[in-house]
């Protein structure tokens, strides 16, 4: 193959490569927002699981509350039971105690469900606080995996920069120029493999004649649907085309 179409094939390789390598660089900082939103969701489950539990704790300060003003009522009626003259006044404020006693029963009931269900809310805070701890480990951890990935795609396209310049110096400047406008107007693929009578990247059939001249190799040949620098690699997986 002529060395002039293996460089633009070598430049190709590069180009692609530091698309894809800036693609991914490009796409760091969405992965980094996954990565920091499931970190700030374990967070929130953390004080949604603290806000629970102080609810209840309120809840249950409330009850203890209306509990403490029932059992001074309680109290009452049974130092007014000593006092009372007649049997019906006797009845009556026995009538009072027994609504009182079933009302601190309920009261109790209720702040006994209360602890219970504190008891449940300490256990889940203790859960969500657990699961943040690690969640801020392996955030860190792959926070760490991606800075280092950056670093390396960084030095990729350092080196491929390097290489390229190395390879555009030995490619006139008539063909540097076709492979540079086609690159940018073709989304960066300049060159595009004649496989099976088809330029492999519009698919488009090659006129015989076309395909003739690309499978010599020898001179840059555009396609003539997407323009594209065409070669030829032999099926035999041997550089060479047939002269
Ligand atoms: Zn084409």
């Known amino acids: 193959m002529d060395s002039e179409l293996e460089r633009l094939i070598r430049l190709q390789k590069l180009d692609t490569a530091a698309d894809e390598a800036r693609r991914v660089i490009a796409a760091m900082p969405d992965r980094l927002g996954v990565i920091q939103a499931q970190l700030e969701r374990t967070r929130q489950d953390l004080a949604d699981a603290k806000s629970r539990l102080a609810a ?3 809840a249950r300060r409330a009850l203890e509350k209306e509990l403490s003003v029932i059992q001074a009522r309680l109290t009452r009626f049974k130092d007014q039971l000593m006092e009372v003259k007649t049997n019906r006044e006797y009845q009556a404020m026995q009538k009072e105690i027994e609504t009182a006693q079933h009302e601190v029963q309920g009261f109790e009931e209720k702040i006994l469900e209360r602890m219970l269900e504190a008891d449940d809310l300490t256990a889940a805070v203790k859960t969500a606080d657990t699961r943040l701890a690690e969640a801020e480990r392996s955030t860190a951890a792959e926070q760490k995996a991606l800075e280092h990935e950056r670093v390396v795609l960084e030095a990729r396209l350092d080196d491929t920069a390097r290489a390229r310049q190395e390879i555009v ?7 540097l120029a076709i492979f540079e406008k086609v690159s940018r107007t073709r989304k960066g693929i300049a060159v595009a493999e ?5 330029c492999v990247v519009c698919h488009v059939r090659l006129r015989p004649q076309v395909l003739a001249e690309v499978r010599r190799n020898d001179r840059v040949i555009q396609c003539e649907s997407c323009q ?3 070669y030829y690699v032999a099926p035999s ?3 060479e ?3």
Do not use: M, N
């Open 228 to 230: 594209r620098i065409l």
């Open 169 to 175: 110096a030995q490619v006139p400047g008539d063909t």
């Open 194 to 198: 004649a496989r099976d009578g088809l």
């Open 241 to 243: 085309a047939p002269a």
């Open 56 to 58: 209840s704790q309120e």
């Open 237 to 239: 997986g041997g550089a």
